[in-house]
């Protein structure tokens, strides 16, 4: 896919409380002075009649705590930065539909988030919308990187489709998920080996599916789409 192509089918607040920017220079009427005038004082306070070591001695204070404030935000940034990585990598992530072939499930354009843990946690279920890897003997493009199809068949069954409709084992399969009237061709008869899964488009006459590149092995398996994004008229859970 783009996610999908044959699928085929992804600050810092300032404050002057806290020694910012804000006035550094207040002024303070004092009784003491011979002339009763008053002397700057540095806010936090060191004056001026605390003599030039006084003064330098906040400003440097100051420094150092705008210092450790701006490296406290960088290591938050970094640690926000780190989290994102981590959770496209191994949580979730968004791909973009750019072909027809899940229609009408799903449309060209949709944006689909792909949960990539919970296969981590249990097996994959007929029925699945799923996101994986081009497979090898699907013809190479350099634009398509993964695909998004549907679960159809699962490791040991054996498929066929003898009459518009798919046969797992002997038995006709029900899919609710296909719009009515819907005739699928083209399966070879065939076991599925262990560990690898036949998957199909919905859109069974525009769609490159396992009836031309085969099953897929399980260690293809990017993710299983579970929720739509865009549009927000069509947003929703699978």
């Given at each position: 896919?783009?996610?999908?192509?044959?699928?085929?089918?992804?600050?810092?607040?300032?404050?002057?409380?806290?020694?910012?920017?804000?006035?550094?220079?207040?002024?303070?009427?004092?009784?003491?002075?011979?002339?009763g005038?008053?002397?700057?004082?540095?806010?936090?306070?060191?004056?001026?009649?605390?003599?030039?070591?006084?003064?330098?001695?906040?400003?440097?204070?100051?420094?150092?705590?705008?210092?450790?404030?701006?490296?406290?935000?960088?290591?938050?940034?970094?640690?926000?930065?780190?989290?994102?990585?981590a959770?496209?990598?191994?949580?979730?992530?968004?791909?973009?539909?750019?072909?027809?072939?899940?229609?009408?499930?799903?449309?060209?354009?949709?944006?689909?988030?792909?949960d990539?843990?919970?296969?981590?946690?249990?097996?994959?279920?007929?029925g699945?919308?799923?996101?994986?890897?081009t497979?090898?003997?699907?013809?190479?493009?350099?634009?398509?990187?993964?695909?998004?199809k549907?679960?159809?068949?699962?490791?040991?069954e054996?498929?066929?489709?003898?009459?518009?409709?798919?046969?797992?084992?002997?038995?006709?399969?029900k899919?609710?998920?296909?719009?009515k009237?819907?005739?699928?061709?083209?399966?070879t008869?065939?076991?599925?080996p262990?560990?690898?899964?036949?998957?199909?488009?919905?859109?069974?006459?525009?769609?490159?599916?396992?009836?031309?590149?085969?099953?897929?092995?399980?260690?293809?398996?990017?993710?299983?789409?579970?929720?739509?994004?865009?549009?927000?008229?069509?947003?929703?859970?699978?």
């Amino acid at each position: 896919m783009a996610p999908d192509a044959p699928s085929g089918s992804q600050v810092v607040p300032t404050s002057k409380g806290d020694g910012g920017t804000g006035s550094d220079w207040v002024s303070a009427t004092g009784s003491g002075g011979a002339d009763g005038d008053s002397a700057p004082v540095i806010a936090g306070g060191a004056s001026e009649a605390d003599g030039p070591e006084s003064l330098a001695d906040d400003l440097a204070a100051r420094r150092r705590k705008r210092g450790r404030w701006v490296l406290e935000w960088v290591a938050v940034l970094l640690v926000a930065l780190g989290v994102a990585v981590a959770v496209r990598a191994y949580v979730v992530q968004t791909f973009f539909i750019p072909s027809a072939s899940m229609e009408p499930t799903l449309m060209i354009g949709d944006r689909i988030l792909v949960d990539k843990l919970s296969y981590h946690l249990h097996g994959v279920g007929r029925g699945d919308i799923v996101v994986f890897a081009t497979p090898p003997k699907e013809p190479p493009n350099p634009a398509v990187k993964d695909l998004v199809k549907r679960v159809i068949g699962l490791p040991g069954e054996t498929i066929s489709s003898p009459d518009g409709r798919v046969w797992i084992n002997g038995k006709p399969l029900k899919e609710p998920w296909l719009p009515k009237g819907t005739v699928t061709s083209g399966i070879t008869p065939q076991k599925i080996p262990p560990n690898e899964f036949f998957v199909m488009g919905d859109n069974r006459g525009d769609s490159q599916d396992s009836r031309f590149f085969g099953p897929i092995s399980r260690s293809l398996i990017v993710g299983h789409v579970v929720f739509r994004i865009w549009p927000i008229s069509h947003i929703g859970f699978f």
